[in-house]
């Protein structure tokens, strides 16, 4: 258990979720950098989730969070959560270095941690307190073409490095679980797999909320949706061409397409300049979770065909809200949709196509999906999520080296 001078013990996850465990009170640090108020992406809503649950579960423990800029006070979960700003913001890996190389391993010391839990991975290589790391994904080992160069040098440098590093390792799939295990020769014992959870926002829209939304996002008419940053590894050059396609043939559908724009490459401008039906796509950018609600709700189906996904948070939310999925058969994707999706070739324009054909054109197709999405959904919650990062914790070595 932890506490100073403790012994390594375990902890079952759901008494972890909803109680104070019995243990002495210990000092966690987290790398809460990602923790950027109305700007939460993919591992920024993994690490609100979990820890806003955790701490509040937790008020026997000290949790001190550290951010890179000034931070919002509502991610101050409670009395027992103290936030640090350390410098630089880290905007590049040149700046990477310098927060995760010397800033956080002066501030552990300072601050005197027991443990550091890292919700994206990154971790002190400096510092020789036990360490979690949350790994998501390795998809710049596979596709590092997907990053600008410094990037790529950065996370294929660094985190095999710590993957060795960390004393235990959670992720959000058995896929990326056994990923890392291959990649980097770890030791599977030490890697927990936490699932992503679902936002009780997201549930199945009434006919009247969808009318509404149809005209709020395309005029009224009925639609796909891709949902996600619009990095490569979204696949959305590949999309746009598959749906030039389908329009082609299906002239009362349109594609919205929301998420930040990342690195927009030769790809996505080449793709783009070459579709002749322009006008049916539309570009939201980034939503909230009540307009994303709406967004994918009212849609006819989620095409998501990113060829590298840890887990796919995207089609877990539209399985809540009764959409029927579009799904690359690739990475982590089946393992998440299961018997709720139709499955494609992410490297096949004409198969992506052919799915949305299938789509629009059948019904029933649409309503079983639906029914088996919601039904699916109900295995992913924040709370599970959660319980499973804590009890990955409670495996924690404290108050002594790694």
């Known amino acids: 258990m932890w506490g100073k001078g403790g012994t390594h013990g375990t902890a079952d996850a759901t008494h972890c979720a909803h109680s104070p465990c019995t243990i002495s009170a210990v000092r966690i640090a987290v790398n809460t950098?990602?923790?950027?108020?109305d700007k939460l992406e993919g591992i920024g809503w993994f690490t609100h989730e979990t820890l806003s649950r955790i701490t509040r579960a937790h008020p026997e423990h000290q949790f001190i969070f550290f951010f890179d800029r000034p931070f919002d006070e509502r991610f101050i979960y409670g009395p027992n959560v103290q936030g640090i700003v350390l410098w630089p913001p880290t905007r590049h890996p040149l700046l990477y270095r310098m927060w995760f190389g010397r800033s956080l391993p002066e501030a552990l010391l300072r601050h005197e941690a027991d443990v550091l839990l890292s919700p994206d991975g990154f971790l002190a290589l400096r510092s020789t307190i036990a360490q979690l790391a949350v790994i998501h994904d390795l998809n710049f080992e596979h596709h590092p073409e997907d990053m600008p160069h410094a990037y790529q040098r950065y996370y294929r440098t660094f985190f095999p490095l710590f993957a060795r590093k960390a004393s235990r390792i959670v992720t959000v799939s058995e896929f990326s679980r056994q990923d890392i295990v291959a990649q980097y020769g770890i030791d599977p014992t030490i890697i927990d797999v936490a699932h992503n959870g679902v936002s009780?926002?997201?549930?199945?829209l009434s006919e009247d909320e969808?009318?509404?939304a149809r005209e709020k996002f395309t005029g009224g008419e009925p639609c796909f949706v891709c949902v996600g940053a619009l990095s490569p590894r979204k696949n959305i050059a590949r999309l746009l061409q598959a749906f030039d396609q389908f329009a082609a043939r299906n002239t009362g559908v349109k594609l919205l397409v929301v998420g930040n724009r990342m690195w927009w490459d030769k790809r996505m401008k080449s793709a783009w300049k070459r579709m002749k039906h322009k006008d049916r796509v539309v570009f939201t950018?980034?939503?909230g979770q009540q307009d994303l609600r709406l967004a994918m709700g009212a849609s006819m189906a989620l095409v998501y065909v990113s060829y590298f996904e840890g887990f796919g948070i995207p089609v877990a939310e539209a399985m809540k809200c009764g959409v029927p999925v579009i799904a690359a058969q690739a990475t982590s994707l089946?393992?998440?949709?299961?018997?709720?999706?139709?499955?494609?070739?992410?490297?096949?324009?004409?198969d992506i196509a052919r799915c949305m054909t299938e789509i629009a054109g059948d019904a029933a197709l649409r309503e079983r999906l639906s029914v088996a999405g919601v039904e699916r959904a109900k295995a992913f919650s924040w709370e599970r999520t959660a319980a499973a990062l804590c009890a990955g914790l409670l495996k924690l070595p404290s108050g002594s080296p790694t």
């Open 285 to 287: 950018g980034r939503l």
């Open 210 to 212: 969808k009318v509404k």
């Open 200 to 204: 009780e926002v997201y549930r199945p």
């Open 33 to 37: 950098r990602l923790l950027l108020s």
């Open 334 to 350: 089946p393992e998440v949709a299961g018997d709720a999706a139709i499955y494609c070739d992410p490297f096949n324009v004409d």
